[in-house]
């Protein structure tokens, strides 16, 4: 059963950083291009950035290049995502999915609560 589990979320002030784990199982994980995807209050959920499995390209959202970095373990069966500089445009729950030629596998996790603010 393709499960994923994210944490490192939190409450920080503008300008600061979290960084955020997400630990799959299930499937195997290097050989599945990873991606972060976030829902803020009343809007769609979006995606922030995925990393391919090997040679691990990576691409970001406008909003987000240069302030967070994705990143895996392949030995840990873990993507993180760090995060800089964060505005409180950035607030919303955060989530990992995997997929491979397009197509995701497994169901959205629980999620971890991103809020920046003052």
């Known amino acids: 059963q393709v499960q994923f589990v994210e944490s490192g979320g939190g409450l920080v002030q503008p300008g600061g950083s979290l960084r955020l784990s997400c630990t799959a199982s299930g499937f195997t994980f290097s050989t599945y291009a990873m991606s972060w995807y976030r829902k803020p209050p009343g809007k769609e959920r979006e995606l922030v950035a995925s990393i391919t499995s090997a040679p691990y390209f990576r691409n970001y959202v406008d909003s987000v290049k240069g302030r967070f970095t994705i990143s895996r373990d392949n030995a840990k069966n873990t993507v993180y995502l760090q995060m800089n500089s964060l505005k409180p445009e950035d607030t919303a729950v955060y989530y990992c999915?995997?997929?491979?030629?397009?197509?995701?596998?497994?169901?959205w996790g629980q999620g971890t609560q991103v809020t920046v603010s003052s």
């Open positions: 999915r995997a997929q491979r030629s397009g197509q995701r596998i497994g169901d």
